[in-house]
């Protein structure tokens, strides 16, 4: 199946605005929840809707390194809604992955270089080829951690740059099973989970 027929295009613009921008509206929504009511480490579904404050998308997102078994989650989402998630990403925070714009930049492009296979299944129709082209580098911009935030660093606001691999896909009209899967390529870090949303 074509990435045509589900995912918006890499220049597109959906809902106005480019990937790269809704990659920085998507990190700022991640990073802004603390670590025990986040979606990236909920293993059920239950904190899917945390923050979900516009009616037209829906951000999904993936787990940690680390994570040996597929997390399997299950919530609803509204017909008509979209949806944009990352297949595998990164993020460099100053003044911890580095201390100027450069080592920022330069740590992101090689996390993301070293990447292998790329593959998502929706509603069983498996695409692995052609998501290389969904690469997308960010601005450099600003979150604002809270205590008990998923990195587990100081709170407060910090500069960063992302880069990673992103998919946005056009408006759902029925139920949908969303599997993404992604690894380094030494195959030695696997990042991969599972969503099973239904519509209401």
Known sequence: MSTQFYIYPIDSKPYGKSYSEWSIEWW????????????????????VNVNQNDPSILFLCQTYEGVENTPIRRNKITKGRSIFM????????????????DE???????????IGPLEITINGETINKGLEKYRIYSSFFEINLPE???????????????????????????????????????GL??????????TD
């Not at 587990?152 to 899967?181: E, T, V």
């Not at 870090?189 to 239904?198: G, H, M, R």
Request: proline share 4%; aromatic share 12%; net charge positive.
């Open 28 to 47: 700022q929504w991640l990073s802004s929840i603390p670590k025990n009511k986040n979606p990236a480490f909920d293993w059920s579904g239950e904190y």
């Open 86 to 101: 990352p297949i595998i990403n990164w993020i460099s925070i100053m003044g911890y992955d580095g201390n100027t714009d």
């Open 104 to 114: 920022l930049i330069e740590i992101a492009r090689h996390k993301m270089d070293v």
């Open 148 to 186: 008990n935030n998923i990195f587990g660093i100081l709170s407060g606001k910090k500069r960063c740059i992302s880069d990673g691999y992103w998919i946005f896909l056009k408006p759902i009209s029925k139920n949908i099973s969303l599997h993404s899967f992604s690894s380094c390529s030494s």
């Open 189 to 198: 870090t696997n990042i991969k989970v599972s969503y099973e949303l239904a």
